[in-house]
């Protein structure tokens, strides 16, 4: 059966650095219902908001103290359910960031739950007795360092697999999962159009055999949640999954298991790691192994599963500088080339805010200009361990998260019509050529190109449910895919790199170009030159 989120289009806003409103340099919810306008233009169907509950902001609201509140900095609840019902009048649906594998440190059931072993509240999170003296097990948290923090209070450990003021969860408890249900029910009453799940691969976890990621409860306590929460209503369920298979995502998001609507898994994005070391160590990335990867996950769910399709996130660093080209000649073409290729795969697709509009990474120069606390972690455990201050920065110019972070460029006018304030993270310098509003004035610009592909997807099924195939699968150059429906074939040809490449296809004649991003592609495949980043979409026949 079809469902509304497999014909979407999802748009990411990372609500601190999208649009402020009352220039206190912060991003807010007014803000955003300001610009629901621009977004509707685009086409998209769904915004991820990502946190503004209550939150001390340790890990930029994915540390919260009060789930059914709205951090003042953004606004009240009446805003919320504004933008709500703002969003709905221009057919756009809200999914809320779900955040339940870890709390704040300042929430109060931890607040109880640290004054003493028997506190009604002590088995919400994951306490152990030292072991010779020191933390119980090896587990290391995401953010450096051990996942263990020693509580004086009452001589024990408590777990923290990302900063040790996100304690974890006791989802083995109960109480604490229909604690859960309660807030999710609370959000789904408001009419919002769903959930993304924060590491939701987590939650299964045995921390005494140092098992984290996909433990073997997982899968009943998310048929246990569809069944309690948003099961009863038409909703949109992603679920944060690093470590999914394709055999796991079916898992997931198998319609019959009852479980989530689709999987947003990390496999083609991390690439370019050195295999068995953190995503600070980069190798470069092996295009042949990216093709096959996304391939893969094209043709291995069938009608068994659903994946999210996305080059970017608030955790990553900007696709054209990581595998395109950032230079002023070619930001443009790459970027499109990028984005095409992406969105006529099958799946759910993602852009994340300022990718539209081709946003670049921010180099810093100094640790001082970075906010993002897994990068200021890392940092200083390299230092420590004897690393250069210029290597250290250099890995996290690379893929420090702050790059996706910095404030949304809307014109050319003082901190880039972000804010008429002190933006609270610095602006790109670029954002006099890189804003909405000249892309907004040319008509060949990466925004547009961002719209036609929603368009595509929009107005042909093809897009949505045709087959996928992949062609030229060794060629070092080019990136080829067929996608077939009923009558209907398209051939997605696109030249990932600056170099030439030749194409020669024997078989349909091209009934008509689709899109392109130079202005006069050539319609002669049987022995085609790609130019710098070149994609053509043809329509065969
Ligand atoms: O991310 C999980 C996660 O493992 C990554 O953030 C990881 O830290 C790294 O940046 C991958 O490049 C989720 C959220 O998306 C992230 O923003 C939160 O910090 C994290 O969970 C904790 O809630
Ligand atoms: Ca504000």
Redesign the pocket.
């Known amino acids: 059966m079809e469902k509304w989120w497999q014909s979407s289009v999802v748009y990411q806003i990372y609500p601190r650095s999208f649009q402020d409103s009352n220039e206190d340099g912060i991003g807010d919810l007014p803000g955003i219902i300001s610009r629901l306008d621009y977004l509707a233009k685009l086409g998209i169907d769904v915004i991820w908001l990502?946190p503004v509950y209550q939150s001390p902001n340790d890990?930029?609201g994915?540390?919260i103290s009060n789930y059914e509140t709205i951090l003042p900095e953004f606004g009240t609840m009446s805003d919320m359910d504004l933008l709500i019902v703002e969003a709905r009048k221009r057919n756009i649906r809200i999914v809320m960031d779900l955040?339940v594998?870890?709390t704040s440190d300042e929430h109060p059931w931890f607040s109880e739950a640290k004054k003493s072993k028997d506190n009604p509240y002590r088995d919400y999170y994951i306490w152990r007795d030292p072991v010779k003296g020191g933390a119980p097990n090896e587990l290391q948290s995401?953010?450096s360092g051990s996942a263990w923090e020693f509580d004086t209070t009452s001589n024990q450990y408590y777990l923290h697999?990302?900063s040790k003021r996100?304690p974890d969860l006791n989802w083995e408890n109960p109480v604490v999962q229909a604690e859960v249900w309660k807030l999710m029910n609370f959000w789904l009453a408001k009419g919002i159009g769903g959930f993304r799940m924060?590491?939701i691969d987590l939650i299964g976890k045995i921390p005494d055999r140092e098992i984290t990621g996909n433990g073997p409860k997982l899968h009943d306590y998310l048929q246990r949640m569809n069944q309690e929460t948003f099961g009863k209503y038409d909703v949109l369920t992603v679920g944060?999954t690093?470590g999914a298979t394709p055999e796991i995502a079916k898992l997931y998001s198998n319609p019959a298991r009852k479980e989530l609507s689709m999987v947003f898994q990390?496999e083609h994005i991390s690439l370019d790691e050195i295999p068995g070391k953190s995503?600070w160590d980069s190798q470069p990335l092996d295009f042949i192994k990216l093709k096959e990867v996304l391939s893969k996950w094209q043709t291995s769910l069938g009608t068994e599963g659903w994946n999210s399709l996305f080059w970017n996130?608030?955790?990553?660093p900007r696709i054209i500088s990581r595998w395109g080209n950032d230079s002023p000649e070619y930001r443009i073409k790459s970027g499109k080339m990028l984005a095409a290729i992406l969105h006529l795969m099958k799946g759910t697709p993602y852009i994340y805010q300022g990718e539209e509009i081709g946003m670049i990474n921010t180099p810093v120069s100094s640790i001082e200009e970075i906010d993002d606390?897994?990068s200021i972690n890392m940092y200083n455990e390299r230092i420590k361990a004897g690393y250069s201050k210029s290597e250290v920065l250099k890995a996290i110019n690379k893929?420090g998260?702050d790059n996706a972070r910095r404030p949304m460029q809307w014109n050319k006018t003082k901190a880039a019509g972000f804010s008429k304030g002190e933006p609270w993270l610095s602006i790109n310098p670029n954002f006099k050529e890189i804003n909405v509003e000249n892309e907004l004035e040319h008509p060949d610009s990466l925004f547009y190109f961002y719209q036609k592909l929603i368009q595509l997807r929009k107005e042909n099924p093809l897009v949505i449910w045709g087959d996928y195939r992949e062609l030229y699968p060794n060629d070092s150059n080019l990136f080829v895919y067929e996608r077939r429906y009923q009558e209907e074939i398209w051939l997605v040809v696109a030249n990932f790199y600056e170099t030439k490449a030749n194409f020669n296809y024997k078989g349909k004649k091209v009934k008509e170009i689709l899109l392109q991003n130079y202005s006069d592609a050539s319609i002669h495949i049987e022995n085609l030159e790609l130019r710098p980043y070149e994609v053509i979409v043809y329509h065969l026949g």
């Not at 996130?313 to 990553?316: E, I, T």
């Open positions: 990502s890990d930029n994915y540390d955040v594998n870890h995401i953010f697999l990302f996100q924060d590491v944060e690093w990390f995503k996130n608030h955790d990553l606390i897994e893929k998260r």
